[in-house]
């Protein structure tokens, strides 16, 4: 696709359930950032993908978050036992090479109840 | 360690009017990269500009208008004659796309 596509955008969750969030970056983009929003902050980093390496995973809040991107393209972020501190926009962005030129997808707002 | 620093949280003007957008940065980096965003009530963050910390020339697109300070370590933004089109989020960032918290800027009719 042209741009950076996440799914679902919407997604509502009881506390305690799993959930996975899609992110499908520009086709041939090296680079893949997960950043966590909450309602009227900035983008927080999460995790950084370089291929199918994950580079820098420091950003991730606790060991319930875990992301991958297991042929580089493609990138899942799995959320386990959901909690209401969780409720934010997760983005999505992907680049040709690091920080530069990074397009951001449209998001998930996660909404755990 | 990096961080933005944006200090106003939420500017509101009437169209036409000249607006402002302060970002104050710290790093440790000698060179550096310095990015504002836009977010629009539809989620998605767009990419405005990208400066390189070597480059201290400011910066004209149309409206839009950038003053990078080393001295000061302050990359602002200013909206010439804004619109309500203008209405949205605004981000800056450094290098690894570290984000200030934003600033919302309302453009009333």
């Known amino acids: 696709g042209a741009g950076v596509s996440q799914s679902p955008r919407y997604k509502v969750a009881k506390r305690g359930q799993d959930v996975a969030l899609r992110c499908d970056p520009i086709s041939g983009h090296v680079s893949l950032f997960w950043y966590q929003q909450a309602l009227g902050q900035g983008p927080e980093f999460l995790t950084y993908?370089?291929?199918?390496?994950?580079?820098?995973k420091s950003g991730l809040p606790s060991d319930r978050f875990f992301a991958e991107r297991p042929e580089g393209s493609v990138s899942t972020l799995k959320i386990q036992r959901t909690q209401q501190e969780d409720s934010a926009v997760y983005l999505c962005a992907s680049s040709l090479q690091g920080g530069l030129d990074a397009f951001f997808g449209q998001g998930t707002r996660l909404t755990v109840v | 360690a990096q961080k933005v620093t944006q200090a106003q949280t939420e500017i509101s003007v009437v169209e036409k009017e000249d607006v402002t957008l302060d970002c104050v940065y710290e790093t440790r980096d000698t060179t550096y990269y310095l990015f504002w965003y836009k977010q629009p009530p539809s989620g998605e963050l767009v990419f405005l500009i990208r400066r390189n910390s070597f480059d201290e020339q400011n910066e004209i697109s149309g409206r839009y208008s950038w003053n990078f300070q080393k001295s000061t370590s302050s990359f602002n933004f200013t909206i010439t004659a804004s619109q309500v089109v203008d209405s949205a989020v605004y981000f800056c960032?450094?290098?690894?796309?570290?984000f200030g918290t934003g600033t919302r800027l309302q453009v009333f009719p």
């Open positions: 993908f370089q291929n199918e390496a994950q580079l820098d």
């Open positions: 960032a450094l290098s690894d796309l570290i």
